[in-house]
C-alpha cells in the first residue's frame, strides 16, 4: 500500500480509502446499497487495516447515521488506535423534518458536526468535507463556519464533493483572501468508464493543489465484470437495482471488453484493471473502494500490485477518451505551440 499527500498537506493517506456506504442500509436507496450488520463491518475495516488502508471515508446521511455509529463501534470493537487512522465524514444532506435540517447553513454544520463526532465515538473529524452545493447558503457562511471547526480542534482537515469547477475555485479564492481553512480534498466520480471530470475540474485541481479522492470507480459497479454487453442484468449486483452513476453503455462496454481481454495475462480481474487504471492517474490521491463482503474487498486490495506498460495504457485511455468538447479542443489547439519541452 502506498500513501499520498491529501492536498496541498502533509497528511498521508492510503492510496485505497475503505468507503462505508453499504454499512447499516435497511430502508430506501441504503437498502439497494448495502445492508451490512455489525459483525460484518468489523470484519471489513479489520481487513482493510491488516492491508495498509489508513483511510476510512463516511457520512452523516449514510443509512441515516448508522454508518457512521457502526463505523465509530467498529473502531472500538477491534481496538483500533484513533490517531492510526484518517477518518472522513461529511455534511449537507437532510438529517430531519425541520426547514433547517439541511443544507450548508453555519447552524446546519455546527449541529451535525457534533452529532457525528458522537456517533464515530471520537472527538475530532480528519477531514470534513461538504457533500455538495447548497445553492441558498452564501459561500462565506460555510467556508466561515468550516473554519469556526477547525480553529476548535474538532476538525483538522476540509474538504469538497461534487461541486462544478466554478464552485471550487470561487471557494478557494474565499479562502485565501479571507484567511481561513480552505479545502484540500475534492471526492468527485471518476472511472476509466466516466472521465468527464478531465475537462474541467482535473486541470484545477493540478493547478490549485487539491486532492483528488474517487467515488464509485467502478461506476456502480459496471466495471466489476459482471456486466457484459449481453449481460446488463447480472443477479444481486447493485447495479441491477439502482443504475446509477449514469455512463455512456456502448463506450463503457468496449472498456469492459479491452480489460477483460488484457486481465488473463495480467493474473488480474477487470475490477482490479479499472481500479489500476485510477491509481496510475496522478491526479488521484485516493480511490474510495466499498464493499458487501470480504471476497470483494480482497479483490479489490489486489489493484495496488497491477502495473500497466504504456503500451498497454495508450490502448486503455484511447478506448475511453472523452469526444472532443468546446472549448477544451480550442485551448488544447491555440496551446500546441506553446507547450514545455
Partial sequence: MKYNLLGNTGLKVSELCLGTMTFGGNKGIWAAIGNLDQPPVDAL?????????????TANVYSEGLSEEMTGKAIRNLGL??????????????MGEGPNDSGLTRKHILRQVEDSLRRLQTDYIDLYQIHGYDPLTPLGE?????????????????????????????????????????FESLQAYYTVAGRDLERELVPLLKDQQ??????????????????????????????????????????AFDIVELLAA?????????????????????????????AKRTEQ????????????????????????????EYPGWMVERQGADRKAE
Avoid: C
Fill in 297 to 324: 474487498l480482497e479483490d479489490n486490495l489486489k489493484s495496488v500490485d497491477v502495473t500497466f506498460t504504456p503500451e498497454e495504457l495508450e490502448r486503455i485511455n484511447a478506448i475511453s477518451q472523452l469526444p472532443g
Fill in 142 to 182: 460555510t467556508l466561515e463556519a468550516l473554519d469556526t471547526l477547525v480553529r476548535s480542534g474538532k476538525v483538522r482537515y476540509i474538504g469538497a464533493s461534487n461541486l462544478a469547477a466554478w464552485h471550487l475555485m470561487k471557494a478557494l479564492d474565499y479562502s485565501h483572501y479571507n484567511r481561513v481553512a480552505r
Fill in 81 to 94: 488506535h484513533r490517531d492510526d487512522l484518517v477518518l472522513a465524514t461529511k455534511v449537507r444532506g437532510k
Fill in 210 to 251: 487539491v486532492g483528488l479522492m474517487v467515488w464509485s470507480p467502478l461506476a456502480g459497479g459496471l466495471l466489476s465484470g459482471k456486466f457484459t454487453r449481453n449481460n446488463q442484468q447480472a443477479e444481486g449486483a447493485r447495479r441491477t437495482n439502482f443504475d446509477f452513476p449514469p455512463v455512456n453503455k456502448e463506450r
Fill in 45 to 57: 475495516i479489520k481487513r482493510a487495516v491488516d492491508a495498509g488502508i489508513n483511510f476510512i471515508d
Fill in 262 to 290: 488484457m486481465a488473463p495475462a495480467k493474473g488480474a480481474s477487470v475490477a482490479q484493471l479499472a481500479l489500476a487504471w485510477l491509481l496510475h492517474q496522478p491526479v488521484v490521491s485516493t480511490v474510495i473502494i466499498g
